[in-house]
């Protein structure tokens, strides 16, 4: 798959060859809204603490939007400055409304104190910052992707990536 981002690109067709892959269907993502949460996320993923992550189901039919998430997609993670650090695959896609979180997906999540009640203020919080810079109104029943994911590849800074 052709993609705007050459390091990430690259970082893709070495985990192709070293996996002994033909192909297969990824995007290209970082977490949060600034550098710092992105760094502060992907080191938990590369930690092995964070194993799943949340969107709005909103964000995936804007015209501009990555494709909506499925089981066995893979994603190539940038961390804050823009550089690929890892690649994940996708193991299950759920889609319900915010507030119906549930205490293990907060767990898998691995951010915070891993509990639910932290988790639903943190993504509250970070949901209205979204809804405040794109005009919607933020809510509890807010369609909201719930994606777990396994880290597969860690080596895109090898070649100078």
């Not at 777990?148 to 800074?157: E, P, Q, T």
Request: hydrophobic share 40%; net charge negative; aromatic share 12%.
């Amino acid at each position: 798959m052709a993609n705007p981002h050459p390091a990430a690109a690259a970082c893709w067709a070495r985990f192709l060859a070293a996996a002994n892959l033909e192909g297969g269907r990824y995007t290209v993502a970082s977490f949060g809204d600034s550098a710092a949460l992105a760094d502060e996320l992907l080191a938990l993923v590369l930690s092995g603490r964070k194993r799943a992550t949340a969107s709005l189901a909103r964000d995936y039919r804007r015209t501009d939007s990555q494709p909506f998430p499925t089981v066995g997609d893979y994603i190539v993670w940038l961390d804050g400055s823009g550089r690929p650090r890892c690649i994940t695959r996708t193991t299950s896609v759920t889609v319900r409304s915010l507030a119906e979180v549930d205490e293990q997906f907060a767990w898998d999540e691995g951010e915070g104190d891993r509990t639910r009640a932290w988790w639903l203020a943190a993504h509250r919080n970070y949901f209205t910052r979204q809804a405040e810079r794109e005009g919607f109104a933020m809510h509890d029943d807010i369609e909201t992707v719930f994606e777990r994911f396994g880290l597969v590849w860690v080596a895109c800074d090898s070649a100078g990536s």
